[in-house]
């Protein structure tokens, strides 16, 4: 098979494809380093939680090396998760037109050598958590059964992104672990609001495979909402909008965050009010923009945990 039709569908044209060595690109695709978006927003509410604690104990001495391995484990395990979701999909990923040039149903890399890269990219997860109070070791080892779950909820429920949200906000409540120490009413509340943000998000993401979804039987909140999306869109990134500001609010952050607030909810408007679900290329294009949103919202905290 040529490089070029090794290639993942949604994902051509980027360092993987154009500078990697050629017998490390299918594992690279598989832990989606050619596609960092999903390690991005799996990133975003660990640094919100680590910037909010901060603030919160006033002393952010340590938040440069926390924000530092977060990113390492977020990739890793971003990376480890994919990885075990494309060995559960793989029946389901060779009928799907964007996923059948993904690693294993493409016959890039056979099962036992995925689930070695898996454990291997969960190691490096595990030296990362390591680095952390006792507390924040055992809180991150409890989201693996999360992890391990998700891959099969588009199977039995309509909500598959509800179980994705439960997954990708535990950052959330990381941050307050590793900082703090514990995991508090603020730590609750914006886990809460994160995860309402996944949902949003990952419904727009899932209006890719709508059709495919349909005719194979996989589930998901974007056959759910179907021509509601955008009003549904709209309860769950308010609902995301309102929870953070109450996570916020305990906090008693000052103005910086609240501009990272604003900053974000005007993306959320944006968003909503740019979407096309019936356009696949401008669903992922908005998608992506998540990171963004995610990013202003950090900048925000982090200049008030500074100021504090």
């Known amino acids: ?18 500078h990697a060595p050629s017998w490390s690109r299918p594992y690279l695709r598989l832990a989606r380093f050619d596609r960092p978006i999903g390690s991005w927003l799996l990133l975003m509410p660990c640094w919100w939680s680590a910037a909010l604690a901060a603030g919160i104990a006033h002393d ?22 994919c990885t075990w979701n494309d ?10 037109e964007r996923t059948r040039s993904r690693p294993i149903p493409a016959g890039q890399v056979t099962v036992p050598r995925a689930l070695a890269f898996m454990v291997l990219l969960a190691l490096v997860g595990l030296a990362v958590l390591l ?17 391990a779950i998700y891959p099969f909820m588009k199977r039995i429920t309509w909500w598959p992104q509800v179980v994705l949200g439960l997954a990708f906000s535990w950052g ?12 508090d009413l603020t730590a609750l509340v914006l886990y809460a609001g994160a995860i309402a943000w996944v949902i949003g998000y990952d419904t727009i993401y899932a209006h890719q495979d709508a059709e495919d979804d349909a005719l ?7 056959r759910l909402f179907g021509a509601r999306t955008h009003r549904a869109l709209a309860v769950f ?3 995301a909008t309102v929870l953070i500001g109450v996570a916020l609010a305990l906090a008693g ?37 998540n990171r963004d949103a995610g990013l202003l919202l950090f900048a925000g905290l982090l200049v008030d945990a500074a100021l504090r």
């Open 1 to 18: 098979m040529s490089d070029v039709t090794a290639r993942v569908a949604d994902a051509t044209g980027n360092w993987v494809d154009t």
């Open 60 to 81: 952010v001495r340590s938040l440069p090396s926390v924000i530092l391995l977060f990113f390492i484990g977020a990739f890793a395990m971003r990376g480890a998760g």
């Open 87 to 96: 060995i559960t999909d793989r029946d389901l990923d060779a009928m799907v």
């Open 131 to 147: 680095q952390f109070n006792r507390f924040a070791v055992a809180t991150g080892i409890a989201s693996l059964l999360i992890v």
């Open 172 to 183: 959330a409540l990381m941050g307050f672990a590793v900082m703090l120490g514990r995991i």
């Open 216 to 222: 194979i039987g996989v589930k998901s909140t974007a």
């Open 237 to 239: 990134y308010a609902l």
């Open 253 to 289: 952050v000052r103005w910086p965050g609240w501009l990272g607030l604003a900053a974000f909810a005007i993306h959320l408007v944006w968003q909503i009010r740019r979407l096309d679900i019936a356009d696949s290329v401008l669903c992922l294009r908005v998608f992506k923009s």
